[in-house]
Nanobody
Framework: QVQLVESGGGLVQAGGSLRLSCAASGRRFSVNTMGWYRQAPGKQRELVATITRGGDTNYADSVKGRFTISRDNAKNTVYLQMNSLDPEDTAVYYC??????????????WGQGTQVTVSS
């Protein structure tokens, strides 16, 4: 089993910045792609950004140029730097990790979610 623990959410005014962190812990695992997703009230969960172990990134069009995803492989940690925040970014943000256990890839884990609220 792998646990994903998120931190860094909160309340910020429009135009402000927040940095989310997500650390993976457990035994005998390696983390492949990590990512951030978000879910606003009444909406489906959507992709925000992903990053492979090698550093290749992918962003939703709505956050390109404002958000930056990065990771520290030694710490099994992924970050999401969010700048120029807009009230439309208000949501619960979830960390996701694709994990390999005992040489078998494809184990999918989610964090508990962290609330980001952007006031206008």
């Amino acid at each position: 089993q792998v646990q994903l623990v998120e931190s860094g959410g909160g309340l910020v005014q429009a135009g402000g910045s927040l940095r989310l962190s997500c650390a993976a812990s457990g035994r005998r695992f390696s983390v492949n792609t990590m990512g951030w997703y978000r879910q606003a009230p009444g909406k489906q969960r959507e992709l925000v950004a992903t990053i492979t172990r090698g550093g290749d990134t992918n962003y939703a069009d709505s956050v390109k140029g404002r958000f930056t995803i990065s990771r520290d492989n030694a710490k099994n940690t992924v970050y999401l730097q969010m700048n120029s925040l807009d009230p439309e970014d208000t949501a619960v943000y979830y960390c996701n990790a694709d994990v390999t256990h005992w040489g078998i890839s494809g184990y999918d884990y989610w964090g508990q979610g962290t609330q980001v609220t952007v006031s206008s």
